[in-house]
């Protein structure tokens, strides 16, 4: 059975405090981790996919990494809109729906 | 872009009745559609995988005479909870998976009451 665990279950950082959220994962045939973002009531808003180990991508503040047993997702210099819950979920197959984590929630003071 | 949207963002009905929710990929063609579910400080869980054209796949515990899912088009599925319960308050949302890539993208949320 495939299993995310994500750390910390919370965070809360100054402003400009830089960071890393981990996610850890067991799947059987990996076809990509994806990182998402969620606001409160709210759909995840997709951030990056990771194929395979080594990978890493870049958006702003966040930059994503993956090893083969976990996957951190770096946030430099934060700023209070970057408050939000982190969501990382992994895929089996080509059409197979994600299993995700139950997120970091981060939360930015400025 | 790639903006999925759901119809409507919340609802309240009584214990009993049935109610449908719409999922439209908005600029982009979707041959698999994917409904989750979340409760309250919990993560998404997978609840069927829909595909144009076929029958949807369910989740293990997922009852499929309870959430009824038509993907009749590449750009709408619909999940009409039939029978609804207040144990079926939940939110609900719905991704379409963008080819030739694996992402999914999110909708909004339906909020869904059962009193």
């Known amino acids: 059975e495939d299993q995310v665990t994500q750390s910390p279950e919370a965070l809360r950082l100054q402003e400009g405090e830089s960071s890393s959220l981990n996610c850890s994962y067991t799947?059987?045939?990996?076809?990509?981790l994806f990182w998402y973002r969620q606001d409160p009531g709210k759909g995840p808003e997709f951030l990056f996919t990771?194929?395979?180990a080594g990978e890493e991508k870049e958006k702003e503040r966040l930059k994503a990494t993956l090893t083969k047993k976990e996957s951190f997702l770096h946030i430099t210099a934060p700023k209070p809109e970057d408050s939000a819950t982190y969501l990382c979920?992994?895929?089996?197959?080509?059409?197979?729906?994600?299993?995700f984590g139950k997120g970091t929630h981060l939360i930015i003071q400025p | 872009g790639a903006v999925v949207s759901q119809h409507p963002s919340w609802v309240i009905c009584k214990s009993g009745t049935s109610v449908k929710i719409e999922c439209r990929s908005l600029?982009?063609?979707?041959?698999?559609m994917f409904w989750y579910r979340q409760f309250p400080k919990q993560s998404l869980m997978l609840m069927a995988t829909?595909?144009?054209?076929?029958?949807?796949?369910?989740e293990q515990g997922v009852e499929k005479d309870k959430f009824l899912i038509n993907h009749a088009s590449l750009t709408l599925s619909t999940l009409t909870v039939t029978s609804a319960h207040p144990e079926d308050s939940s939110f609900y949302i719905c991704?379409?998976?963008?080819?030739?890539?694996?992402?999914?993208?999110f909708g909004p949320g339906t909020r869904l009451t059962v009193l």
């Open positions: 829909s595909n144009e054209g076929s029958k949807a796949t369910y």
């Open positions: 600029d982009f063609q979707a041959t698999t």
């Open positions: 990771l194929y395979s």
């Open positions: 979920a992994v895929r089996r197959g080509g059409a197979d729906g994600l299993t």
């Open positions: 799947v059987s045939g990996l076809r990509g």
């Open positions: 991704s379409a998976q963008r080819s030739p890539t694996d992402t999914q993208y």
